[in-house]
């Protein structure tokens, strides 16, 4: 069977993909699997670490859960702390209640508490949406891909996002007999030379990830 993740977005950030057909995606998550019997919005924020920063989580206002199949360009990793063994890169510190062995409890069920790097989102990806008090989620949109972009489940209607470039899987083709006007590369696609390509990968930081995609800002992961 697939594994499915699944994780917080803040409101502005569902708002994002409901209006704009935003298709990227981070922060932590969970195997949905391993928390299917959690279906009410208070445990769901406890599972996924919206209580540390409930400036973004209200407590009052539906949560938003995105569960994302996986996909070759989706990369996790466990969100452990510093002295953790399985730490990557550091490892991540986060505010209490974050658990630095990377396992978090509710409502019966424990799992594995992942990171997500920046990614777009795989198709079949769907925008669930929880009141507080309500065992029965609603589903506020699917994910179609990057033609299609996403459905809007309430009113069928589709929106899609310009693809970016820094994003998922990309390819440059290189045409045969064609006539110079079209097969010379412009400025804009044509490949870096070089000298112009970075020498050193610079090092992970998700604090700008965290920022727009959910849990805390004060997070940070160190290279």
Not at 118 to 128: F, H, K, Q, Y
């Given at each position: 069977?697939?594994?499915?993740?699944?994780?917080?977005?803040?409101?502005?950030?569902?708002?994002?993909?409901?209006?704009?057909?935003?298709?990227?995606?981070?922060?932590?998550?969970?195997?949905?699997?391993?928390?299917?019997?959690?279906?009410?919005?208070?445990?769901?924020?406890?599972?996924?670490?919206?209580?540390?920063?409930?400036?973004?989580?209200?407590?009052?206002?539906?949560?938003?859960i995105l569960k994302a199949p996986i996909g070759p360009f989706v990369h996790t990793r466990r969100a452990v702390g510093p002295l953790h063994p399985d730490a990557f890169l550091g490892g991540v510190t986060e505010d209490s209640p974050y658990d630095p062995s990377g396992v978090v409890s509710a409502g019966g069920a424990t799992a594995e508490l992942l990171w997500i790097e920046?990614?777009?989102?795989?198709?079949?990806?769907?925008?669930?949406r929880f009141h507080p008090g309500d065992l029965n989620p609603e589903l506020a949109a699917v994910y179609h891909?990057?033609?299609?972009?996403?459905?809007?489940?309430?009113?069928?209607?589709?929106?899609?996002?310009?693809?970016?470039?820094l994003m998922g899987a990309r390819g440059q083709a290189r045409l045969g007999n064609c006539s110079p006007s079209t097969?010379?590369?412009?400025?804009?696609?044509?490949?870096?030379?070089?000298?112009?390509?970075?020498?050193?990968?610079?090092?992970?930081?998700?604090?700008?990830?965290?920022?727009?995609?959910g849990p805390s800002a004060s997070s940070t992961t160190r290279g």
């Open positions: 069977m697939s594994v499915v993740y699944q994780l917080a977005v803040t409101p502005w950030q569902a708002t994002r993909y409901l209006s704009e057909g935003t298709e990227d995606f981070c922060g932590f998550a969970v195997d949905a699997a391993r928390v299917e019997d959690v279906r009410d919005a208070d445990g769901l924020r406890e599972l996924l670490l919206c209580k540390t920063n409930e400036a973004n989580f209200p407590a009052d206002e539906p949560l938003h920046p990614g777009r989102l795989t198709p079949g990806s769907e925008l669930w891909g990057v033609a299609w972009g996403l459905e809007n489940a309430q009113t069928g209607e589709f929106v899609a996002a310009k693809p970016s470039k097969s010379k590369p412009t400025e804009e696609n044509r490949p870096p030379s070089p000298s112009s390509a970075p020498k050193n990968r610079p090092k992970a930081d998700s604090r700008g990830c965290r920022r727009a995609c």
